[in-house]
């Protein structure tokens, strides 16, 4: 199994990817809080540029990022796996207030009572 050394180039801050690891998921396993959303690739919230080193994306169709901006180094974060070490620039979440608070319409799917005082909500979001 091979790891690779990723650094953040504005905060100096580093963490370990293991092979089949998304470079966001090691970046949170190491309490390094990037931001995220729908951790499929669709939403370009965990979009950021990768300034040395090379990714790739395994079996996965990107809607978050079109040619030009992949071309120009921008990458999803969520999805991409390090194929070398890399240096990355990346926005750090380090506060509550940098995270939004967003609302959303949602669907309940099912309703399950538990127990006399817990029912279980499965909710369901819109498509986009």
Known sequence: MSAHKVTIESTG???TVAENQSILDAALNHGLNLPYGCRDGACGSCK???LSG???YPDKVLTG???AE???GSAL???ARAESDLLIEARIQDRQADIPVRRLPCRI???EKLNHDVI???LKLPGN
Request: charged share 20%.
């Open 65 to 67: 990022i079109n040619e």
């Open 77 to 79: 974060f969520c999805q």
């Open 109 to 111: 799917q099912h309703m």
């Open 13 to 15: 801050d580093s963490f």
């Open 120 to 122: 279980q909500l499965q």
């Open 70 to 72: 992949r071309n120009a």
């Open 54 to 56: 090379e990714i790739s």
């Open 48 to 50: 950021g540029r990768v």
